[in-house]
């Protein structure tokens, strides 16, 4: 058990004033909405022939795509939801709550389905309009997702949005399972002899400011924990979206926010079935988006769409649809029916043909699908963030140059006819060579793939009463070694052999 950052000095006093948070969301949402305000109106360039040259100059796409769904991918590795606590689109969500009907989530509505729904319009999106590529696009999901938060929040209580339309928080809800840092209580016995429960429901307080001669006082509310949870239960850290509300209104000052071992939650329980198919397409999205630079490889995995598309005289419009659906189930399904196939060989139980007879062991509670595949995807979390990483180390790396230009010229359009039409400023370059690139990202790859196959020890140990350790290890290992083999093809192919 690491040192608790609440107890540092400077540090954990920083941490636990409010206003700290309240800044950085307030900054992270003026930058959003000058984002969508300068990608509001453009599409392209009258007169280029080029049919995205705004994508990587404008603010709405260069920030969107780039910083934000790439480089919270880091935060995450070590720190789990920590971007939940200082997103602006949660913050409108926390605002309107306050204010709105505070109805609970109806049962139909809870679990990953509505947010696993969510990730693949967006995938369709990318596809049919790709949104990713075109600042006024990008700046409309922008605006979209601030109405929606806002609209969640005056019917739901809570985040409300973050656990029904947000992927990128149910994402870092997986990461977090990894992640080395974690939010418990420091004594269970504490918070059991605690009658307030102030960390849980906030409660009403007095507030004191003081200006010079003149003192001000005034009765307020408590931010209550926008998950609903109670820090003295917690058993995994995948919905904590690190706050820090239960620590400041905690009077015994019992919170701990410190470090802990890699995959420490891989103990805990399998993914519900609705959480596992969330995992299950982000798997394909992830390998699908590997694939890209690997022309055989992509061929090969995007095979069964474009035969299918062929076969029902399908044009592009019907093929995307093929390929979302066999991105999204499809194809995890036929990387992990190795795994599966062996687990289920690894829990027969054949007793003897002929003589006396023999006792077999104690039979296990027989497992469904679904669970099944929930306890076998636990260990390709690792991996799955790892091939996240190296997607955003190669993004950040090619195109975070980019910046200076984009802050000086928001809408891109200068800098771009400066690049690539009169030439008075040369193309932004890569941060690091390729000769070093490439060994960082195989050391990435190589990481994710080694705690992956850590935490299939941890994992078996945590469902022994559930599946045989045997058998788990085997198809975990069999299902890591040829996911990450395909990982590893293609950063050889795309890095190494030019």
């Not at 469904?368 to 390709?380: D, I, K, N, R």
């Not at 006819?417 to 370059?429: D, K, Q, S, W």
Request: net charge positive; proline share 7%.
């Amino acid at each position: 058990m690491g040192r608790n950052l609440l107890e540092i000095r400077g540090l954990g006093r920083l941490l636990l004033i409010p206003w700290t948070f309240r800044l950085v969301r307030l900054a992270a949402l003026l930058m959003l909405l000058a984002a969508a305000a300068f990608g509001w109106h453009y599409h392209g360039i009258p007169g280029v022939a080029v049919p995205d040259p705004l994508m990587y100059t404008n603010l709405a796409t260069h920030l969107f795509w780039v910083w934000w769904m790439m480089g919270v991918v880091l935060l995450a590795l070590f720190f789990g939801r920590v971007w939940c606590a200082v997103c602006p689109v949660g913050w409108i969500n926390d605002l309107f709550s306050r204010i709105g009907l505070r109805r609970p989530l109806p049962p139909w509505l809870r679990g990953f389905l509505p947010v696993t729904l969510t990730l693949v319009a967006l995938q369709l999106a990318i596809y049919f309009l790709a949104v990713h590529r075109f600042p006024d696009y990008t700046a409309v999901l922008m605006a979209l997702m601030l109405l929606l938060a806002a609209g969640a929040g005056l019917v739901f209580r809570g985040r409300a949005f973050c656990s029904l339309l947000c992927p990128a928080g149910a994402v870092f809800g997986l990461y977090a399972r990894v992640a080395p840092f974690e939010l418990r209580v420091k004594e269970v016995a504490t918070c059991a002899s605690c009658t307030g429960q102030d960390c849980i429901a906030g409660g009403r307080r007095w507030s004191r400011l003081a200006l010079g001669p003149a003192v001000l006082f005034w009765h307020g509310q408590r931010p209550e924990c926008p998950a609903g949870l109670v820090p003295a239960e917690l058993k995994d850290s995948s919905t904590c979206p690190l706050c820090l509300n239960c620590a400041r209104n905690c009077g015994n000052g019992n919170i701990r926010l410190g470090r802990r071992p890699w995959m420490a939650d891989f103990r805990a329980e399998p993914l519900s079935p609705s959480e596992t198919l969330f995992f299950l397409v982000l798997l394909g999205l992830v390998t699908a988006n590997f694939s890209k630079v690997y022309v055989d490889l992509r061929e090969a995995l995007f095979w069964v769409p474009q035969q299918t598309a062929l076969l029902l005289g399908w044009e592009a419009t019907g093929y995307y649809v093929l390929a979302a659906a066999w991105v999204s189930l499809g194809l995890p399904l036929l990387l992990l029916l190795p795994s599966w196939l062996v687990l289920k060989l690894g829990t027969l139980q054949v007793g003897p043909a002929q003589g006396p007879a023999m006792p077999l062991a104690e039979p296990r509670p027989r497992q469904g699908f679904w669970e099944a595949m929930g306890a076998l995807v636990l260990p390709f979390i690792p991996l799955v963030m790892s091939a996240h990483l190296v997607l955003a180390v190669v993004k950040l790396n090619a195109k975070a140059a980019y910046l200076p230009f984009v802050l000086g010229d928001p809408t891109g359009v200068k800098s771009y006819l400066a690049m690539n039409v009169m030439h008075t400023a040369g193309a932004p370059g890569v941060l690091l060579p390729l000769d070093l690139l490439k060994w960082i990202v195989l050391a990435l790859l190589g990481g994710g793939w080694t705690l992956a196959m850590l935490g299939t020890r941890r994992a078996a140990s945590g469902l022994a009463e559930q599946v045989p350790p045997r058998a788990y290890l085997a198809a975990t290992a069999v299902g890591l070694t040829l996911t990450a083999s395909l990982y590893g093809a293609t950063i050889i192919r795309w890095l190494f052999i030019r």
